[in-house]
């Protein structure tokens, strides 16, 4: 089969790399801006989310690479994740390229593991503004010889805050560079963005902006409010298996639906910002390594993050914009695959929200049935446990037999502590013998248990009555 990739200008060691990765046909992004950018001049590329973008500016800035050790080029981008995904992208396409040294600097890691890599020679850097910014301060990143600077997800950065940091990172580069942005929608911030820092961009436009991919069925549910997380399971349930990515608005509701979707006996995970960066690597690892597998997140996941073979994306929460809703439904349907978004809605309001996001998105959202009758709650059959005056007996109890065993009281031995039972403990066997009789131990009376009662009396007694003072037990039942 013919490379239609070797039609682009680029390198044979690249071409031989994005062999070796199964590419042999360049999406239409890629097609259109590989040769733009090997030409030289500056580009804005704006494409929906899931067709290609990362290879469409790392295949023409590795070509781009000299022999030297020295900084060359920097990739921004707006998460942790985003930067180890284009970290891994830019080695596999590097493999036959021993001169690229690529490093990813971003928050939530050891800094001076990134300062040691940074020193021993990096040449591409890839990482989040903060963290470049901090690098820059402390002086242990230079960008005077930066010639190729990336601006990846560049919309989303700006509504993270990111702008003052960008406009730094790009005033600390030389300004003869070549400057690459890339985003899945364009704004008047992006706009002044590229006036003020790009020299007369070309203009890539890759389908029809702010519009979802048209290889996903989009589907919504009316649900009540406090029946949210039981239309989920009802969902999950009538799904065909594969990937699936549920996302919720906020930290804490992703917490409580991957708890909820475990106790229903689902193997779900969960992802949020809160999370230290090893668990987050671990668990998007863990993900992509399990065919099936369920993942509630934050809109964290929503840009950028390249996993494979997503079948499902279910929006727990309605996104707050319409931008995030197009990020969210292009996890799925990637690389021409099908693929299905579902959301859930609990008020007339919501509805109104979701047809202005389908009819400004150029799609259809057709509206389902969602049946909850015959749901199998598999968690909450067993009642919990209570917590009233006998537990805390049976707490009291254990500590007071405990320091029995040390010498001062007869033996005992914990029985069963359960309903009907009765028996919250038996003298040890060689104290039986004489039950009834008093017995001396170390000058105190012997310690008496009252069993076959019934649980949440107070008939039964537990006593330790010195034989001189006859003092009552401070232990009462």
């Not at 702010?210 to 029946?227: E, G, H, L, R």
Request: charged share 25%; hydrophobic share 35%; glycine share 8%.
């Amino acid at each position: 089969m013919e490379n239609k990739f070797n039609k682009l200008g680029l390198d044979n060691n690249i071409l031989r790399a994005i062999a070796d990765q199964g590419f042999s046909e360049p999406s239409v992004i890629q097609s259109k801006a590989i040769p733009i950018i090997l030409s030289g001049v500056d580009v804005v590329g704006l494409s929906q989310t899931g067709t290609g973008k990362t290879l469409a500016f790392i295949a023409p800035m590795l070509q781009k690479m000299t022999m030297d050790s020295y900084l060359q080029a920097v990739v921004l981008c707006p998460t942790r994740e985003l930067a180890q995904q284009i970290l891994v992208e830019v080695r596999k396409f590097a493999t036959y390229l021993p001169h690229v040294r690529a490093v990813a600097v971003y928050g939530g890691a050891d800094i001076q593991r990134q300062i040691y890599a940074l020193k021993r020679g990096a040449n591409i850097v890839i990482g989040t503004p903060g963290r470049v910014i901090d690098h820059i301060n402390r002086h242990t990143m230079r960008l005077d010889n930066v010639h190729f600077a990336v601006l990846d997800e560049a919309d989303e950065m700006l509504n993270m805050g990111f702008r003052a940091d960008m406009e730094q990172i790009l005033s600390n580069t030389p300004k003869n560079r070549q400057t690459i942005m890339f985003s899945a929608t364009m704004s008047n911030d992006i706009r002044a963005l590229a006036n003020k820092f790009m020299r007369n961009p070309v203009e890539i436009k890759v389908g029809e902006q702010n519009t979802t991919i048209s290889t996903v069925k989009q589907t919504y549910f009316i649900t009540p409010k406090d029946k949210k997380k039981r239309a989920l399971h009802a969902l999950l349930m009538e799904l065909p298996r594969g990937k699936t990515l549920v996302f919720c608005n906020t930290k804490t509701m992703v917490d409580g639906v991957q708890s909820y979707l475990q106790k229903m006996g689902y193997d779900a995970l969960a992802l949020h910002g809160d999370m230290p960066q090893p668990v987050r690597k671990r668990v998007l690892q863990e993900y992509r390594d399990n065919n099936g597998g369920i993942m509630v997140t934050t809109d964290i996941a929503a840009r950028g993050i390249d996993v494979q073979d997503i079948l499902h994306v279910v929006n727990f929460d309605l996104p707050q914009n319409k931008e995030y809703y197009i990020h969210r439904v292009g996890r799925t349907g990637r690389a021409g695959k099908t693929g299905n978004a579902w959301t859930l809605l609990n008020t007339p309001a919501q509805v109104d929200d979701l047809r202005q996001i389908e009819k400004s998105t150029k799609s259809t959202i057709l509206q389902g049935n969602l049946s909850l009758d015959g749901l199998t709650v598999k968690a909450t059959n067993q009642k919990p446990q209570r917590r009233g005056h006998n537990l805390n007996i049976k707490k009291r109890e254990q500590r007071r037999i405990g320091a029995s065993s040390k010498g001062q009281y007869s033996k005992v031995t914990r029985g069963r502590y359960s309903r009907g039972q009765g028996v919250l403990g038996q003298v040890d066997s060689a104290q039986q013998t004489n039950a009834k009789d008093s017995q001396n131990i170390s000058g105190r009376a012997k310690v008496t248990v009252a069993g076959k009662s019934k649980r949440g009396t107070k008939t039964r007694t537990l006593r330790n009555v010195h034989k001189s003072k006859k003092q009552p037990s401070k232990i009462h039942f």
